[in-house]
């Protein structure tokens, strides 16, 4: 089993900034990637960013491309998504997940954390 614990959620002005960690415990080495999600209600999950533990290639939504960056420090097992430039439609509740494969689709990924909300005003 792999654990995983978000933080860094909240309320920010649009055109602000907000920083996102998740943190993973258990059997990491179970895993090749984490990525991030965001829900908000009535809608899929949808995909926002990925990162292999090893050689840090990443993904992105086109949605989130310039203004959103992940990265991972492997000493730690903690994956962050430093988020920039931030618009109401980034809102809603952002998940972290542990998967085999560098994919966008939330089926593919094997762990989820609990969630972390994030509101932008406008």
């Known amino acids: 089993q792999v654990q995983l614990v978000e933080s860094g959620g909240g309320l920010v002005q649009a055109g602000g900034s907000l920083r996102l960690s998740c943190a993973a415990s258990?059997?990491?080495?179970?895993?090749?990637?984490m990525g991030w999600f965001r829900q908000v209600p009535g809608k899929v999950r949808e995909f926002v960013a990925v990162?292999?533990?090893?050689?840090?290639?990443?993904k992105y939504a086109d949605s989130v491309k310039g203004r959103f960056t992940i990265s991972r420090d492997n000493a730690k097992n903690t994956v962050t998504l430093q988020m920039i430039s931030l618009k109401p439609e980034d809102a809603g509740v952002y998940y972290c997940?542990?998967?085999?494969?560098?994919?966008?689709?939330?089926?593919?990924?094997?762990?989820w954390g609990q969630g972390t909300q994030v509101t932008v005003s406008s």
């Open positions: 258990g059997r990491t080495f179970d895993t090749n990637v």
């Open positions: 997940a542990a998967g085999v494969y560098m994919g966008d689709r939330p089926q593919q990924y094997d762990y």
């Open positions: 990162i292999s533990w090893a050689g840090g290639s990443t």
